[in-house]
């Protein structure tokens, strides 16, 4: 259901845009939906999220550089990733919880839809 795409090498400093196509359902509808990122022997942590309402949060790593959105057309979400850092690179995760809970959006065992990743390698 969901298939994130955009991943690739970038330059310290490049930017990089990854889309995340939710198929069957409806971005707008998702009460939480989240771009996670796992760097080679480390444990998968949240970069960014936004809530149904359209409330965000970041990393602190990743604020100001960063930019999550939602695209209600195309049911699609975006993560623009500007000033990339060679720190930012690993398989990047897109995942959605389409119902309310009481876990915070920081929480990944909060969101229950995942894609498969897309690597994003910064030099």
């Known amino acids: 259901q969901l298939v994130e795409s955009g991943g690739g090498s970038v330059q310290a400093g490049g930017s990089l845009r990854l889309s995340c196509a939710i198929s069957n359902s409806k971005v707008a509808r998702m009460y939480y939906l989240g771009w996670f990122r796992q760097a080679p022997g480390k444990e998968r942590v949240i970069v960014t999220a936004?809530?149904?309402?359209?409330?965000?949060t970041h990393a602190p790593s990743v604020k100001g550089r960063f930019t999550i959105s939602k695209d209600n057309a195309t049911d699609t979400l975006v993560l623009q990733m500007n000033s990339l850092k060679v720190e930012d690179t690993g398989m990047y995760y897109c995942a959605a919880r389409p119902w309310p809970t009481s876990r915070t959006m920081l929480d990944q065992d909060a969101y229950e839809l995942w894609g498969q990743g897309t690597q994003v390698t910064v030099s």
């Open positions: 936004i809530d149904i309402w359209g409330g965000t």
